[in-house]
């Protein structure tokens, strides 16, 4: 048999004998599943209400709403106690404090229903509601009901008062914006974004065309009586006119603009007397909240707050005392950070959709824009905590996670944190996909080695005549 031409990898070949590579690779393994087993034993849980964590205390009552795998609604005391909770809708959406009585929360949230029956032909379904609760006693009434013939993107993420009978519904179903009296039942006036924006943009039609998932009846000042809506897949906050229709040059942001703002959510309208006209909103896809203030007839970015952790932020509201309330879902917490971007409040939450501070009126009411607070911004970069692996520099686990996040598109990562375990983050996705891989390589490598001992053996598609 002719002598097999040496290699520069045979003393390397040598040294990694098949003993010392399995042991490697289940030492790989080991570590990969002992990062996942405590991760998981740490899992925040709000499916029941002694599950859910308290609260550290604040002045005054805070609520949060969750979506996802768990619907849940969790009111706190200032004390941080849970104060009254509900998981019965399969989701739980926006919610406000009804003016005049904090204590009493109207929401929107959505039921899907399973089985086919004379509600649901087809399932899955939905029956969306806007009900009110009454913290104190408990005691819950349903304002306005309507059934849907589908599930995903069948709900009402949002609905606005109005007065003491008409509330204004984004309705994500038929991509609309409707004002109803809940006492007649009867729609008033309606907006189709269809009128305005090309079905060929967007998300898919019809199953998640515009995805109008916030409504905003505005108050006061120059825009007083319009309707501000955001329109999540044609990345753009709009301004209604009920008489006159979209006020265009009003828009904030455009299809794809990425950079000023990606699939945002919840909206807020800082009218002039509080320093604006300004928008507080959450940049979701950007992992950021910011703010916008209108200036001769153009939108500028005046604040933006990130961190680390932040992941698929939903809400952000400006409080009377200069705080913003964040809601961080794949953060899975809610946070209240200061004036100068320093977090002084902070809940864990599964998948929180929004928050809102009860006595502090609806969303950004009493807030002033950053603009008038003179607020300090904030990156994930300046965040950065200065852990970086210790001394010698490395980290390894951060550059994967940073390497996954950069290859993986926005809305993907997010996709995966929305049907991932809650205690799935960045660090647990890296486990996971080290372990897969090293699965990967350890079976090829059996393989390879189980053919070359029968005496089959690999080479190149191309290759010296003679040669092995
Ligand atoms: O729970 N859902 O069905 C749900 C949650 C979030 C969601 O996306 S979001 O951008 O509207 O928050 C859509 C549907």
Same mark, same amino acid.
């Not at 089985?115 to 399932?123: D, L």
């Not at 959510?265 to 950007?286: F, K, L, M, Q, T």
């Not at 970086?388 to 290859?407: K, M, Q």
């Given at each position: 048999m002719p002598d097999r031409p040496r290699s520069s990898l045979d003393p390397v070949r040598s040294l990694l004998s098949r003993n010392r590579l399995r042991v490697a690779f289940v030492v790989v393994l080991v570590l990969s599943a002992a990062v996942v087993a405590t991760?998981?034993?740490?899992? *925040?849980?709000? /499916?029941?209400?002694?599950? !859910?964590?308290?609260?550290?205390?604040?002045?005054?009552?805070? !609520?949060?709403?969750?979506?996802g795998r768990a619907g849940t609604i969790t009111a706190y005391a200032p004390d941080g106690e849970v104060l009254y909770y509900n998981n019965t809708r399969t989701k739980y959406f926006d919610a406000d404090p009804v003016a005049g009585d904090p204590l009493?929360?109207?929401?929107?949230?959505?039921?899907? *229903?399973?089985?086919?029956?004379?509600? #649901?032909?087809?399932?899955? #379904? /939905?029956?969306n509601v806007i009900e009110q609760v009454d913290l104190e006693t408990g005691e819950v009434e349903v304002l306005y009901e309507r059934y849907d013939y589908k599930e995903t993107a069948g709900e009402w993420h949002d609905a606005d008062r109005i007065n003491e009978t008409h509330v204004v519904v984004a309705d994500i179903v038929a991509d609309q914006v409707f004002v109803v009296n809940t006492e007649t039942e009867v729609v008033e006036w309606l907006w189709d974004a269809q009128s305005e924006f090309p079905v060929e943009e967007g998300g898919p039609y019809p199953e998640d065309w515009a995805h109008i998932n916030d409504v905003e009846y505005i108050e006061e000042g120059e825009m007083s009586g319009t309707i501000m809506a955001s329109l999540r897949n044609q990345d753009q906050v709009v301004f209604l006119d009920r008489e006159e229709g979209l006020l265009e040059d009003w828009t904030l942001g455009s299809e794809d603009d990425y950079d000023?703002?990606?699939?945002?959510?919840?909206?807020?309208?800082?009218?002039?007397?509080?320093?604006?006209?300004?928008?507080?909103?959450?940049?979701?896809? %950007?992992?950021?909240? =910011?703010?916008? =203030?209108?200036?001769?007839g153009e939108w500028t970015r005046s604040w933006e707050w990130s961190d680390d952790r932040m992941q698929w932020p939903r809400d952000a509201d400006r409080l009377p005392n200069g705080n913003t309330l964040i809601t961080d879902t794949h953060g899975n917490r809610v946070i209240e950070v200061n004036e100068s971007g320093? *977090? !002084? +409040?902070?809940?864990?939450?599964?998948?929180?959709?929004? $928050?809102?501070?009860?006595?502090?009126?609806?969303?950004?009411?009493?807030?002033?824009? /950053?603009?008038?607070?003179?607020?300090?911004?904030?990156?994930?970069?300046?965040?950065?905590?200065?852990?970086?692996?210790?001394?010698?520099?490395?980290?390894?686990? &951060?550059?994967?996670? %940073?390497?996954?996040?950069?290859?993986?598109?926005?809305? *993907?990562?997010?996709?995966?944190?929305f049907v991932a375990p809650v205690w799935m983050g960045a660090t647990e996705?890296?486990? !996971? &996909?080290? $372990?897969?891989?090293?699965?990967?390589? +350890?079976?090829?490598?059996? #393989?390879? +080695?189980?053919?070359?001992?029968?005496?089959?053996?690999?080479?190149?598609?191309v290759y010296r005549r003679g040669g092995d």
């Open positions: 991760a998981s034993s740490d899992e *925040i849980s709000t /499916a029941s209400r002694a599950a !859910v964590p308290d609260a550290p205390p604040t002045e005054n009552h805070t !609520v949060v709403t969750e979506s009493t929360v109207e929401y929107t949230a959505t039921d899907t *229903i399973h089985t086919e029956g004379p509600t #649901c032909s087809e399932p899955p #379904c /939905a029956r000023t703002q990606y699939e945002q959510h919840n909206p807020d309208y800082i009218p002039e007397s509080r320093g604006g006209p300004a928008v507080v909103v959450a940049d979701s896809e %950007n992992g950021r909240v =910011q703010e916008f =203030q209108r200036e001769d320093a *977090i !002084v +409040w902070q809940v864990e939450s599964t998948l929180p959709y929004e $928050a809102e501070r009860l006595e502090t009126g609806a969303e950004s009411e009493g807030g002033r824009s /950053a603009q008038a607070l003179d607020l300090e911004s904030r990156t994930a970069a300046e965040s950065d905590d200065g852990d970086d692996g210790g001394s010698l520099g490395v980290d390894p686990v &951060g550059f994967l996670e %940073n390497l996954i996040e950069t290859l993986l598109p926005h809305r *993907i990562y997010n996709a995966l944190f996705f890296v486990a !996971v &996909g080290v $372990a897969l891989l090293t699965g990967l390589v +350890w079976v090829g490598l059996e #393989c390879r +080695w189980r053919l070359r001992d029968a005496g089959v053996g690999f080479r190149l598609p």
